[in-house]
């Protein structure tokens, strides 16, 4: 009986032992997916609230506007090349915008090799 006792006190010990160390090295911090859109605003109001606090004013529609503009591009597929920061981009073919004809149009252009 003492045996049987032991087994039963090994497995419970693992289980226990098993879940003490998912709960902690479980990850517990917040990721993009998990920002909900009614929540947008309320976080780029904080963040230039932050950068208001540090000497930049920036309107809280522009934060938005990034925010937006980040979601949609950890949604998109990874670009084939990774482009270098300190490389100037590249110049448009001729025939092709080199941007938008409308200053104030913040949308995304379209990918040309992706075909929807």
Known sequence: MNAEFNWWLL???????????????????????????????SEALWIATILGRGGRDVPVDRVEDVLRLHREYLAAPPPDE????????????????????????RSVPADPARSD
Do not use: F, H, K, N
């Not at 482009?83 to 104030?104: C, F, K, L, R």
């Open 11 to 41: 497995i419970v010990g693992l289980v226990i032992g098993a879940s003490l160390t998912w709960l902690v090295m479980a990850e517990t911090t917040r990721r993009e997916v998990d920002v909900a859109e009614s929540e947008r605003r």
């Open 82 to 105: 990774p482009t270098d920061p300190d490389e100037p981009p590249e110049p448009a073919a001729p025939g092709e915008p080199s941007g938008p004809a409308d200053p104030e149009d």
